[in-house]
């Protein structure tokens, strides 16, 4: 990941974690004095954000490390590791809690107490603080999605940067949990039947469950090394721009972390040098595709002559 992509993504979670801190209060607070099932709900799921941010701006540290002799291919997969911990947090912390909070509130009965303005105007606030989170988060995916080619949404679950797709996702969730608990409070206050309320809490807690899901599926998909077609053929296509190579007969590509790849391939040089040569030449590729922002590491090796060449698609 380049300086500059790394800086705005820290910046992006820098911006989420300040909206998310203010909010838990500002919700716990409202949540104790209105006995708000919904309104719970939606401090755990503040509380539960900022937890996540602070182990995602750990993520951003630890993952941006320079390799070493100890790492040859960096520390990036930190970041997957990372941000796995953070979506446990937000599974366990935000969605259980919330429907927990939501079915006890369905078994008492709920509660009447308290001011419905005061929830109103906490809302109302954190709609606009989670605007501003999501804006920044929209604005940075935007143009990495303009950069990569691909759809906003399609670029959220593809991309292999596990911070911005994770502070996209939750400030995504906490506008739509807004709005869930804004009308579970509006329909109690409207019937006075607090089972709207806790019914909201409810459903706050089963988004974060889908949420939390998600991003515990995707990192586990970059922690295990998955690539895809596209990534492989990207891959090959670099490796068959290199004038020294003739051909290649096996390629294996994973990330290591963010647009950072690890790569192995069986190449076929041109020419018939003698194999002192040949390992001088191998080693000056390597290097050469190196050089390419997306590679962290590249390791090649001999093609077996009897073996068919790999073909980029037509």
Same mark, same amino acid.
């Given at each position: 990941m380049s300086d500059k992509q790394s800086s705005a993504s820290l910046f992006t979670v820098l911006v989420a974690l300040t909206a998310n801190g203010l909010l838990a209060l500002a919700k716990s607070g409202a949540a104790a004095l209105t006995g708000s099932a919904a309104m719970t709900?939606?401090?755990a799921h503040s509380w539960a954000d900022t937890g996540n941010e602070i182990f995602l701006v750990i993520a951003e540290r630890q993952g941006n490390r320079e390799r070493d002799a100890a790492h040859p291919r960096g520390y990036g997969r930190a970041m997957y590791v990372w941000s796995l911990v953070a979506a446990f947090g937000l599974f366990f912390a935000g969605s259980a809690v919330s429907i927990w909070r939501g079915v006890s509130g369905l078994l008492q009965g709920g509660s009447n107490e308290g001011s419905f303005l005061v929830n109103y105007? @906490?809302? /109302?606030?954190?709609?606009?603080?989670?605007?501003?989170?999501? @804006?920044? /988060?929209?604005r940075q995916v935007h143009g990495e999605a303009t950069r990569s080619r691909l759809h906003p949404f399609r670029y959220i679950v593809e991309t292999s940067d596990p911070t911005i797709r994770a502070v996209f996702a939750e400030d995504a969730s906490a506008l739509i949990g807004i709005a869930l608990a804004g009308a579970g409070i509006g329909l109690h206050q409207l019937?006075?039947?607090a089972v709207w309320d806790a019914c909201a809490s409810i459903a706050v807690g089963l988004l974060l469950g889908v949420v939390a899901v998600f991003l515990i599926s995707r990192n586990m998909d970059f922690l295990l090394g998955r690539g895809s077609p596209a990534l492989h053929e990207e891959v090959l296509r670099l490796l068959?721009?290199?004038a020294a190579i003739d051909r290649v007969t096996y390629l294996h590509v994973e990330y290591v972390g963010p647009r950072r790849l690890f790569v192995v391939a069986a190449v076929d040089l041109v020419g018939d040098d003698p194999e002192s040569r040949v390992a001088v030449r191998l080693g000056d590729v390597e290097r050469a595709i190196e050089e390419n922002d997306l590679v962290e590491d590249a390791v090649l090796t001999l093609a077996p002559p009897d073996e068919q060449g790999m073909e980029l698609p037509r």
């Amino acid at each position: 990941m380049s300086d500059k992509q790394s800086s705005a993504s820290l910046f992006t979670v820098l911006v989420a974690l300040t909206a998310n801190g203010l909010l838990a209060l500002a919700k716990s607070g409202a949540a104790a004095l209105t006995g708000s099932a919904a309104m719970t709900a939606e401090a755990a799921h503040s509380w539960a954000d900022t937890g996540n941010e602070i182990f995602l701006v750990i993520a951003e540290r630890q993952g941006n490390r320079e390799r070493d002799a100890a790492h040859p291919r960096g520390y990036g997969r930190a970041m997957y590791v990372w941000s796995l911990v953070a979506a446990f947090g937000l599974f366990f912390a935000g969605s259980a809690v919330s429907i927990w909070r939501g079915v006890s509130g369905l078994l008492q009965g709920g509660s009447n107490e308290g001011s419905f303005l005061v929830n109103y105007v @906490i809302l /109302a606030v954190a709609l606009v603080l989670e605007g501003s989170s999501f @804006i920044q /988060a929209a604005r940075q995916v935007h143009g990495e999605a303009t950069r990569s080619r691909l759809h906003p949404f399609r670029y959220i679950v593809e991309t292999s940067d596990p911070t911005i797709r994770a502070v996209f996702a939750e400030d995504a969730s906490a506008l739509i949990g807004i709005a869930l608990a804004g009308a579970g409070i509006g329909l109690h206050q409207l019937t006075g039947n607090a089972v709207w309320d806790a019914c909201a809490s409810i459903a706050v807690g089963l988004l974060l469950g889908v949420v939390a899901v998600f991003l515990i599926s995707r990192n586990m998909d970059f922690l295990l090394g998955r690539g895809s077609p596209a990534l492989h053929e990207e891959v090959l296509r670099l490796l068959l721009g290199n004038a020294a190579i003739d051909r290649v007969t096996y390629l294996h590509v994973e990330y290591v972390g963010p647009r950072r790849l690890f790569v192995v391939a069986a190449v076929d040089l041109v020419g018939d040098d003698p194999e002192s040569r040949v390992a001088v030449r191998l080693g000056d590729v390597e290097r050469a595709i190196e050089e390419n922002d997306l590679v962290e590491d590249a390791v090649l090796t001999l093609a077996p002559p009897d073996e068919q060449g790999m073909e980029l698609p037509r």
